[in-house]
């Protein structure tokens, strides 16, 4: 099997755990945010739901950073944002953060601090749809190059790179068959 074959199970056995639905949002696996809402009480999914989205939207995707796939915002601007009380946001983000499959790790930096959010799963999916690629390049360099290989053994058959035989002739008896001093059969 395949590199690029072996992490597209992979990637179908990790992030893919509602097997009937196959959709991907903004390089998070939608059915794995689906799940782990479904994990959650029914009295809270909903505003799980928004919140997980917020951080979605606000999460830095520049792989060329520190802080990346990190997501900065204090409860307070989620509050306003969503228009909800900061409470209710904080008993939400909590009720999240203990669930064994909870996809971001909260982060608390102290008073005053607004905390951050890590977006593990998300990140653990970007760098396996980066590896698939990278193995899909490979994969196809390596075709390519078997390709080209085998279209210059075909062509080595022939003199000049032609895709037909050269003809053959007796040079010495055609010149003088030309100039006449040979009968022409």
């Known amino acids: 099997m395949l590199l690029s074959e072996q992490l597209k199970e992979k990637l179908r056995n990790e992030f893919m755990p509602i097997k009937t639905l196959k959709i991907f949002s903004n390089a998070d696996a939608l059915?794995?945010?689906?799940?782990?809402?479904?994990?959650?009480?029914?009295?809270?999914?909903?505003?799980?739901?928004?919140?997980?989205?917020?951080?979605?939207?606000?999460?830095?995707?520049?792989?060329?950073?520190?802080?990346?796939?990190?997501?900065?915002?204090?409860?307070?601007?989620?509050?306003?944002?969503?228009?909800?009380?900061?409470?209710?946001?904080?008993?939400?983000?909590?009720?999240?953060?203990?669930?064994?499959?909870?996809?971001?790790?909260?982060v608390r930096q102290g008073l005053n601090k607004a905390n951050y959010y890590i977006m593990g799963k998300?990140?653990?999916?970007?760098?396996?749809?980066?590896?698939?690629?990278?193995?899909?390049?490979?994969?196809?360099?390596?075709?390519?190059?078997?390709?080209?290989?085998?279209?210059k053994k075909e062509y080595k058959k022939y003199n000049n790179g032609t895709n037909f035989k050269q003809r053959t002739y007796d040079f010495e008896k055609l010149e003088k068959q030309l100039l006449g001093w040979e009968d022409i059969e």
């Open 31 to 106: 059915n794995l945010k689906i799940s782990f809402v479904n994990s959650l009480s029914k009295g809270i999914r909903g505003t799980c739901s928004r919140i997980l989205d917020f951080f979605e939207g606000r999460v830095n995707t520049d792989d060329t950073k520190d802080n990346y796939m990190i997501c900065y915002a204090s409860q307070q601007q989620i509050a306003e944002e969503l228009k909800l009380s900061r409470e209710w946001i904080s008993n939400c983000i909590n009720k999240m953060s203990e669930k064994e499959n909870c996809i971001f790790t909260k």
């Open 122 to 151: 998300k990140k653990e999916l970007v760098d396996l749809l980066k590896q698939i690629y990278k193995a899909q390049q490979e994969e196809a360099k390596i075709k390519n190059a078997e390709k080209q290989d085998k279209q």
